[in-house]
């Protein structure tokens, strides 16, 4: 049985396609941001709460993130989570103060 060149380019192309296919299926994923899986039963102190975020996969629950960037996943249902979420808000946004570049004066005509 002999193979022709055009049938060994063929086999080839098939392979790479089928190589790049797999590839690009998988690294185009993108990637979750953290997600909940375990629920703390604690209560916190919403003094120390900068931020929350909703979640429904793969369990439903809100992420609280403390001022520290800590991430605390809880029951969404429980009363103590509904004021925390109401008091953040509530919460003013604070914007943290842009630093503008100082204009340069104008120059002076030079005088007649």
């Known amino acids: 049985m002999k193979l022709h060149a055009a049938d ?3 086999i080839f192309w098939l392979g790479f396609l089928t190589v ?3 590839k690009g299926s998988v690294a185009s ?3 979750p941001r ?3 899986v375990d ?3 604690q209560q ?18 809100v992420m609280f993130i403390t001022r520290r960037g800590i991430k605390i996943c809880v029951q969404p249902d429980l009363k103590w989570v509904q ?3 109401k008091f953040l808000d509530k919460r ?6 842009t630093t503008k570049p100082k204009s340069k004066p104008k120059p002076k005509p030079k005088g007649n």
């Open 83 to 85: 004021n925390a979420i």
């Open 44 to 61: 916190l102190d919403i003094r120390n709460l900068a931020k929350y975020e909703m979640q429904h996969i793969p369990v439903k629950a």
């Open 39 to 41: 629920l703390s039963t």
């Open 34 to 36: 953290s997600s909940c």
């Open 8 to 10: 060994i380019l063929v």
């Open 20 to 22: 790049s296919t797999v």
């Open 92 to 97: 003013p946004v604070t914007r943290r103060p």
């Open 29 to 31: 994923q993108i990637a």
